[in-house]
């Protein structure tokens, strides 16, 4: 089945992105009233209860606000973040420029249209994060068994005496 048939309108990303922060920011939230509650109800002080519920908001509130901080730089909306590859045109030329001005080769010309930032052919090409496993090789099958003889057969018992 397809969407058409099915009713459903296809989401734009961006409008996931913000829903997605909004509801981490709001566990963020309820965890930051969570670790404010502990201290100031004195459940902090009180035993073992207060101190797993102080982490556990500590580690819901660390969760979520990386997750939000991951989906802010996704979005583009972190330039310190930003690899040089996705600035601004104008800061790529001039850092690229810089070099190439000090270098005895000559530059080669950039095309005359700029890519935008935000753009996917901007982006650097997609690279694993690490080099693949070296594979090892299989190990060597068992050598072929010997054909084991038969087995023999039970020696017969010998005849019991008849009973008078």
Known sequence: ???STMGIE????KANW???????????????????????SGLLTSGIDGIMMLFICLMMGGIFSL??????????????FRHSATM???AAAQKAAAPSAAAATPAVPK????????????????QPSHAPAALQPPPPP??????KPAAKPAPAEPPKPAES
């Open 18 to 40: 913000i829903e997605l922060s909004v509801i981490c920011g709001l566990f963020v939230v309820l965890a930051l009233v969570g670790i404010i509650w502990d201290i100031a």
């Open 1 to 3: 089945m397809t969407s």
């Open 67 to 80: 997750m939000i901080l991951m989906m802010v730089h996704q979005a583009g909306m972190l330039p310190f």
């Open 111 to 126: 095309p005359a249209t700029a890519v935008p930032a935000t753009s996917p052919a901007a982006a650097p090409p997609l």
């Open 88 to 90: 601004a045109p104008e």
């Open 142 to 147: 068992p050598p072929p068994a010997a054909a």
């Open 10 to 13: 296809p989401t734009k990303p």
